[in-house]
């Protein structure tokens, strides 16, 4: 069978598999045969459906890493002002570049081990707490497994809610828990894309979509100019101030499916300096949208964490609001494969080769994300809670923590199959980096912002109430009851 018979096999007949040239990863990671995948590389069919270079997981970081919470930032700019929020910006942007590849290290690190062993990964998804489980041992698998799929849950939840609450700004006949339900419907389909090779077109055009939309941003702002009597007071209060900092720790921390977006890669032991790439691109889109939007409308978004609530309706609006509705699905999509995985590894399906069944076994995934949308429609404030409780540990503590025991040892450190970066040769300025991102991130991320970020949250369903059928909706005009009728006297 050709290289190509036999890759079209592996895409139809298993959605989860990898393309050949990932097989050849072995243990020296290096070794890979370019010509065989540059036969296929030019057919239509695995030009737009099955990825796997540096560009696709490039394009795969930059798309996931911004969604609707670049609608949410300048909500976030209102409780910190300008100055923390751009700073902020460039600071968690740049710890969550370390983090994620530190994950990247660790990945590598444990594929060679077990290749070294004989153990192929055909027919198989390696994932984070599988990585976790081969190096650290059961204990930082089952933390790994809980911190990660409650983050990945509650992030689709986030891009359900975000789908409902933008709707709205184009068609305001139904309410946002009735376009939860709709878009619940919608984003099942999901459960049809087989794997993350099967991103490609999507994550180029959700790429596409967010660029747009940040730019909308930026412009529509700034020639809608400052609104009469515009304040920029933040920050306000420290509740604000560290809900505005997780919500951006939250923005940086998008890399949960590090992992498998490697293992769909070729080459994986080239995505060291992907996620760091694709920040820096994303900080082209963050810091002049967020800015320009606090700047026109300063502390009103206090009070309006979707930044298109306060921007004109128009044509350029819509197509903004229709571009992110379909990113959104793009980037559930992302967040639920990963839950997908672990829940067919869960009940045997992983390895059947049916497509149909698979999508089947899928669907229960969803049910929970949409219950929790309906229940807790706070859109922009959820961010900030998820951020701080989950995201904290999830991609940023545990593996800093992770990088710095599996490289204990003496032994370790000398045979690490990823030595320490060019530009920090050292192994004791690493453990001293890692070393603070555990202690800030704990401290700042966690206690002060988790604190800070659940009080917002109790006070956003004490206002508004749980399962709220219009969160931060206009009020309806006031309706003036009809005159009675005059009174008919009989002459």
Known sequence: MSEKQAEESIVVSNMNDTDQPQTLFKSNLHDHDDDDQDQSFFSFKNALWHGGSAWDAWFSCA???????????????????????????????????????????LYVEYRSRKEKEGVSFKNHVIQWFEVLDGLLGPYWKAAGLAFNCTFLLFGSVIQLIACASNIYYINDHLDKRTWTYIFGACCATTVFVPSFHNYRIWSFLGLGM?????????????????????????????????????????????????????????KPQKFKYIYLYATLYVFTLTLPS??????????????????????????W??????????????????????????????????DTRSMCLRALVRLPVVVPIWFLAI???????????????????????????????????????????????????SWTAMYVINTFIVV???????????????????????????????YQCHPPPPTHPLSPPPVAHLH
Not at 87 to 105: N, P
Not at 386 to 399: D, E, K, N, Q
Not at 414 to 425: C, D, G, T, V
Not at 451 to 461: C, K
Request: with cysteine; net charge positive; glycine share 8%.
């Open 375 to 425: 229940i807790f429609p706070f859109f922009g404030p959820i961010n900030s809670a998820v951020g701080a409780l989950l995201v904290s540990f999830t991609v940023y503590i545990i593996p800093a923590l992770a990088h710095m025991l599996t490289y204990r040892k003496p032994s370790a450190r000398q045979n690490a199959a990823e030595k320490p970066p060019f530009f920090l040769r």
């Open 210 to 266: 967010t660029t747009y939309t940040a730019w909308y941003l930026t412009i529509a702002a700034l020639a809608n100019g400052q609104v009469e009597g515009v304040t920029h007071s933040g920050p306000k209060k420290l509740v604000l101030y560290f809900t505005g900092a997780t919500n951006i720790l939250y923005t940086f921390g998008g890399h949960a499916v590090t992992v498998e977006i490697m293992h769909a890669m070729w």
């Open 63 to 105: 798309s996931n890493q911004v969604a609707q919470v670049l609608l949410t930032l300048p909500y976030s700019f209102s409780q910190l002002g300008m100055l923390s929020g751009i700073v902020l910006q460039i600071f968690y942007g740049l710890l969550g570049s370390w983090t994620a590849y530190l994950i990247s290290v």
């Open 317 to 350: 609006r819509d197509t903004a609001v229709i571009l992110m509705l379909i990113h959104q699905f793009i980037t559930f999509g992302f967040a639920c494969t990963p839950l997908y995985f672990v829940w067919e590894k869960v009940i045997g399906m992983h």
């Open 290 to 315: 967020a800015s320009a939007v606090y700047w026109a409308f300063g502390d009103q978004l206090l009070n309006h964490s979707n930044a298109f609530s306060l921007l004109p309706k128009n044509r």
């Open 440 to 470: 800030w991130i704990f401290v700042v991320g966690f206690g002060f912002g988790g604190w800070a970020s659940v009080t917002n949250f109790v006070r956003q369903v004490d206002t508004f109430g749980l399962f709220a059928k219009c």
